[in-house]
């Protein structure tokens, strides 16, 4: 077999994390644009707490934004994050994202103040949470490196979770950094 043979059947890793980025910002922009044009019909799948049809939000929360403005401070830190997050395989990425997305939701849920709390914020936070930690516990050079540039670009990320505004799902931030947290402390230090 040919090298452009297996470089056509087994497509760069990077090319594959591109693509999955990719992906998610067509995904999220697209929920974005359906939600703009009918008035942000869709925000009544947020995340409500206590409220037992809300918790249709636990998963549907996360990929909802209240304004172009929300949305737009979110996908940019989203893409970014998923990145890096890919430098830890696609199945420690989908089963992190899983994970920190259900025990945020179930956690805001349960205690978050009574309001529609949406946005991928959380799953941002969730991300800061992980590798924030999970270089530092896996070990591995690359993987500290990229802990570190975490702490050093998205640092200020952590005073999002002090309740500062009424419209801001502090909850959500402080969940999710918790939630990734977690994830870090129980998937890190296995990372091939």
């Known amino acids: ?22 992906i998610i910002f067509i995904v999220i922009t697209a929920i974005e644009i359906i939600n703009l044009l009918t008035g942000r019909m869709l ?34 830190p989203l893409c ?5 997050m890919l430098q830890y395989g696609n199945k420690r990425f989908f089963g992190v994202t899983f994970f920190c997305i259900v025990l945020t939701g179930l956690l805001v849920w349960l205690f978050g103040r009574s309001a529609s709390h949406i946005g991928a914020s959380s799953v941002i936070y969730s991300y800061f949470g992980f590798l924030l930690l999970a270089g530092f516990l896996s070990r591995k050079f690359k993987l500290i490196i990229i802990s570190l540039l975490v702490a ?11 309740p500062a505004r009424t ?26």
């Open 152 to 162: 050093f670009f998205y640092g200020g990320l952590i005073f999002g979770v002090l």
């Open 1 to 22: 077999m040919n090298s452009k043979t297996l470089t056509s059947r087994h497509p760069s890793r990077l090319s594959q994390q591109l693509k999955t980025v990719g």
């Open 43 to 76: 925000n009544h799948f947020g995340n409500i707490p206590r409220y037992i049809p809300g918790l249709v939000g636990v998963l549907t929360g996360p990929f909802l934004h209240g304004s172009v403005s929300h949305y737009l401070s979110n996908i940019i």
């Open 80 to 84: 970014v994050l998923s990145f890096l």
């Open 167 to 192: 419209f801001v799902s502090w909850e959500g931030h402080l969940f999710g950094f918790i939630s990734g947290l977690i994830a870090a402390r129980l998937w890190a230090k296995n990372v091939h």
